[in-house]
């Protein structure tokens, strides 16, 4: 693929893993080293890298775009209809979604609701998290139990995304794959127990447009879970990441690739040898911009801790501190619940 501009990010033709994906050899395979080697260096440097040759076509990656672009040009009134509501103080609309199975945590988010570490970020969005039955996760799952919200009469979109999500979820587990291997596991040590029932967060996200420099769409952060792709707009830069250097540095988007990026929880799995980074949203441009993040995840009840192997492998010589242990669940209702804390204070 051409490119007429020099990315501060690398890029990674993950092909070859994916034809040999299934195989516990594939290590054998020239072609699959390479990239192997190659996200080894990117997981180490940055933590950040575009993936291409990954296999979900560019059309649809697109049409998620633009279908996404469609239902944030819907007026207000209506994109309220699928809105994250707080119980207080609405109790008929909170019944009937009770009845429907839809909770509260999944839907619309209003601009200015989303704060990121204490400040308020300019961004709308839609929620979505892995469908899940009724006690699965016990008293720490409850809050997360329902159906996803989509706008009325769009089962159109509904569909894509279902596709799209089960494209995202297989190419997340081929690249986590190739990532077990950099480490010097075999192809599978991010499965079983761990993830071999992942859950998944997809935050489908519009920046309105401004005429004004540095307003912040989303502060800084690092992601929660344990991997990252991001679709976003292809004539829109505004995604920023902090190198090793401590510069900030743009994602500059390349048409048809997906940005990948390592989460909180694959740090601890390392062992600290992969870094999750910092990274943030600044649009200061005029055009309304949509970025989909899907989230791939351990299994929701898993006590996420340094896998025995990389103890072993890596036994010091971490950048920071590595957690000893953190139930993923119990995480990542912590996070929904304090974003819900300021939606039921601005409602």
Known sequence: MATNFKPHLPIIDISPLLVKCDDPDMMDDTGVAEVVRKLDRACRDVGF????GHGISESLMRKVKEMTHRFFELPYEEKLKIKITPAAGYSCCFLWRIINGVELHRGYQKIGVNYTSGKQDFHEAIDCYREFKQGKYGETGKVLEGLNQWPDNSQEYKGLMDEYIKLCTDLSRNI???ISLALGGSPYEFEGEMVGDPFWVMRIIGYPGVNQENVIGCGAHTDYGLLTLINQDDDKTALQVKNLA???VSAIPIPG???????????ILSNGVYESTLHRVIN?????RVCIAFFYETNFDAMVEPLEIFKE?????KRSQVPKRVVYGEHLVNKVQTTFANLLEYS
């Not at 890298?49 to 291409?52: D, G, K, M, N, R």
């Not at 200061?284 to 309304?288: I, M, Q, S, T, V």
């Not at 492998?313 to 010589?317: E, F, L, M, R």
């Open 284 to 288: 200061n441009a005029p055009l309304y």
């Open 313 to 317: 492998k890596y036994p010091g010589d």
């Open 257 to 267: 690739s997906f940005i990948c990026n390592i989460g909180d929880m694959l740090k």
């Open 246 to 248: 401590g510069d900030w």
């Open 49 to 52: 890298f575009y993936v291409i």
């Open 176 to 178: 986590l794959r190739g």
